[in-house]
């Protein structure tokens, strides 16, 4: 999982393996930004989707548009988003390429 901020400067983590690593990156990637950007979470190399892994997007999801910024979810595999269909989760994420 990569945490972009939709400017010039891209700040990144690497592919996340386990959930508790995972969650704590993309939090710490956005304490660091501007709370009213747009951050593009690539999702291209994250291989597993669970529970864990959703609960992650949407703590970050939240606390981040509370702060007036959005999550855009980039590069979710079709299995990926069939998840968050399922969940219902596809109305409360943007899309890249929705």
């Not at 548009?65 to 979710?76: C, P, S, T």
Request: with cysteine.
């Amino acid at each position: 999982m990569t945490c972009i901020p939709q400017s010039n400067s891209a700040r990144g983590i690497g592919p996340c393996e386990r959930a508790p690593y995972s969650s704590r990156a993309l939090y710490e990637c956005l304490k660091d930004l501007d709370p009213q950007r747009v951050v593009t979470v690539d999702m291209s190399n994250v291989t597993f989707l669970d529970s864990s892994g959703l609960s992650t997007l949407i703590v970050a999801q939240r606390a981040h548009q509370a702060a007036g910024g959005d999550l855009l979810l980039y590069g979710v595999k079709p299995a990926q988003k069939k998840v968050f269909q399922v969940t219902n989760l596809d109305h409360v994420f943007k899309f890249d390429g929705d």
